[in-house]
């Protein structure tokens, strides 16, 4: 209802003997980036005041022994990086099952993350891999990667030329 894509859970506890549902979005390396990602919520979000917490201390509230779900990084990850940084793209699918698929068959989810932006009126979903400080540092992680991973023809883009596609879409 509110396009938050995949980094969506929610966590069922009780507060009072009554239900309690907690919504969560996303996995963030620090305060700041979570903070970021905030921003970029729908307004109809914002506008309900979400708060930034640290996954571990909902652990408490879980029970049978849960363990936080692997989460897929996705575009307000990749809004919240700096402009001038950059990345190495992957693939570009029709499908956001298939970026998604692709990530995990490879193992991806902690160093990867998808985006969907428009290209001759139709939605394309790419994966971009690492984040980087230039160019340079970017091809040699793409010269790097796994040959399952060169196949795919991978290129460099900066943060900056993907945010503003994923914007004008």
């Known amino acids: 209802?509110?396009?938050?894509?995949?980094?969506?859970?929610?966590?069922?506890?009780?507060?009072?003997?009554?239900p309690w549902y907690q919504v969560l979005f996303g996995?963030?390396?620090?305060?700041m980036t979570a903070r970021a990602a905030i921003q970029q919520l729908p307004s109809a979000l914002k506008s309900a005041g979400p708060y930034i917490r640290p996954l571990r201390s909902?652990?408490?509230?879980?029970?049978?022994?849960?363990?936080a779900p692997e989460v897929i990084r996705s575009e307000?990850?990749?809004?919240?990086?700096?402009?001038?940084?950059y990345t190495v793209q992957l693939l570009a699918?029709?499908?956001?099952?298939?970026?998604r698929a692709f990530i995990?068959?490879?193992?991806?989810?902690?160093?990867?993350?998808?985006?969907?932006?428009?290209?001759?009126?139709r939605d394309w979903y790419s994966v971009a891999y690492g984040e980087f400080r230039n160019r340079a540092e970017a091809g040699?992680?793409?010269?790097?990667?796994?040959?399952?991973?060169?196949?795919t023809q991978p290129w460099i883009r900066s943060f900056g030329s993907i945010q503003d596609?994923?914007?004008?879409?």
């Not at 996995?27 to 305060?31: C, I, Q, V």
């Not at 307000?76 to 940084?85: D, E, I, T």
């Open 140 to 151: 040699r992680a793409a010269a790097s990667l796994p040959r399952e991973l060169r196949v």
């Open 27 to 31: 996995r963030y390396p620090d305060a």
């Open 76 to 85: 307000a990850w990749v809004l919240s990086r700096p402009g001038g940084h």
């Open 58 to 67: 909902l652990t408490g509230e879980m029970t049978g022994g849960l363990e």
């Open 1 to 18: 209802r509110h396009g938050l894509g995949g980094e969506t859970a929610y966590l069922r506890t009780s507060r009072n003997g009554a």
């Open 93 to 99: 699918v029709r499908r956001e099952a298939e970026a």
């Open 165 to 169: 596609a994923i914007r004008t879409r």
């Open 104 to 121: 995990e068959r490879h193992g991806l989810a902690d160093s990867a993350a998808y985006f969907r932006t428009r290209r001759n009126g």
